[in-house]
């Protein structure tokens, strides 16, 4: 199984951006589909934004247009860029990386507060 770590999270000012990494401990080439979720106080954990293998991408509505996701193979690791970031994007952001048939894992999530 692979390990996870996020980071890039903060706080930011609304409108402001920010770009969350994913580091996995070994090679993503073989995971079939890795992802990012975010969960609210008081709130259940919901998608983000998820790529597969291939490079189909997926986009809850809330991100669409603002949200980028990406993933870098060389280099083991997912993004994602946020850009005109509201109060209601505040969340802690998890990764999330599923081999179909092995396993599903997560990092341990990176905290996103947006607020003036």
């Known amino acids: 199984q692979v390990q996870l770590v996020e980071s890039g999270g903060g706080l930011v000012q609304p409108g402001g951006s920010l770009r969350l990494s994913c580091a996995a401990s070994r090679s993503i080439v073989s995971i079939d589909a890795m992802g990012w979720y975010r969960q609210a106080p008081g709130k259940q954990r919901e998608l983000v934004a998820s790529?597969?293998?291939?490079?189909?991408?997926n986009y809850a509505d809330s991100g669409k247009g603002r949200f980028t996701i990406s993933r870098d193979n060389t280099k083991n690791t997912l993004y994602l860029q946020m850009n005109s970031l509201k109060p209601e994007d505040t969340a802690v952001y998890y990764c999330?990386?599923?081999?179909?048939?092995?396993?599903?894992?997560w990092g341990q999530g990176t905290q996103v507060t947006v607020s003036s």
């Open positions: 999330n990386a599923h081999r179909i048939g092995y396993y599903v894992a």
């Open positions: 790529i597969t293998n291939g490079g189909n991408i």
